[in-house]
């Protein structure tokens, strides 16, 4: 399944979401705990760990966005040349990469990646990893 991504007004936003983007916001700059954070905001830590992944800052005025994401993928010769490929197919510029020693056939890998604006689609990029073959989990850590 394809994950989708709304631009959406604040005004629209439901309450738990943006409390949830302050605490994310309190964890960062002001160095607190998840539970200090979820007590200042409101919000039950639960609630917390449910959408902390769904919420991001928009940027209007970026001149690219990078994303780093976390992946699982079995561990197979050609695999992370195909996953680089798609990368590179989307204009993606790889600020990062680090492979983890393989454990169980499964190797961990962190990538940062720029997409300048004018160029690639991120929803697309992630969804193409996604779908290869190989790729077990991939998961979005942070996005500027």
């Given at each position: 399944m394809k994950d989708r991504f709304y631009l959406v007004r604040e005004k629209a936003v439901p309450e738990v979401l943006l409390k949830v983007f302050?605490?994310?916001?309190?964890?960062?700059?002001?160095?607190?705990?998840?539970?200090?954070?979820?007590k200042k905001a409101g919000i039950s830590r639960s609630s917390f760990?449910?959408?902390?992944?769904?919420i991001v800052p928009f940027h209007e005025n970026a001149k690219g966005t990078t994303i780093t994401f976390v992946m699982q993928m079995k561990d197979e010769p050609g695999l992370l040349s195909d996953v680089l490929r798609?990368?590179?197919?989307?204009?993606?510029?790889?600020?990062?990469?680090?492979?983890?020693?393989?454990?169980?056939?499964?190797?961990?890998?962190t990538i940062s990646v720029e997409i300048p604006p004018e160029e690639g689609?991120?929803?697309e990029m992630l969804s193409e990893i996604k779908a290869k073959p190989g790729v077990r989990d991939l998961k979005?850590?942070?996005?500027e």
């Amino acid at each position: 399944m394809k994950d989708r991504f709304y631009l959406v007004r604040e005004k629209a936003v439901p309450e738990v979401l943006l409390k949830v983007f302050e605490a994310k916001q309190s964890i960062a700059s002001d160095h607190m705990t998840v539970g200090q954070a979820v007590k200042k905001a409101g919000i039950s830590r639960s609630s917390f760990y449910k959408y902390q992944n769904d919420i991001v800052p928009f940027h209007e005025n970026a001149k690219g966005t990078t994303i780093t994401f976390v992946m699982q993928m079995k561990d197979e010769p050609g695999l992370l040349s195909d996953v680089l490929r798609v990368i590179a197919d989307s204009r993606g510029n790889i600020l990062t990469i680090h492979q983890a020693i393989p454990l169980g056939e499964v190797a961990t890998l962190t990538i940062s990646v720029e997409i300048p604006p004018e160029e690639g689609d991120v929803e697309e990029m992630l969804s193409e990893i996604k779908a290869k073959p190989g790729v077990r989990d991939l998961k979005i850590l942070g996005r500027e």
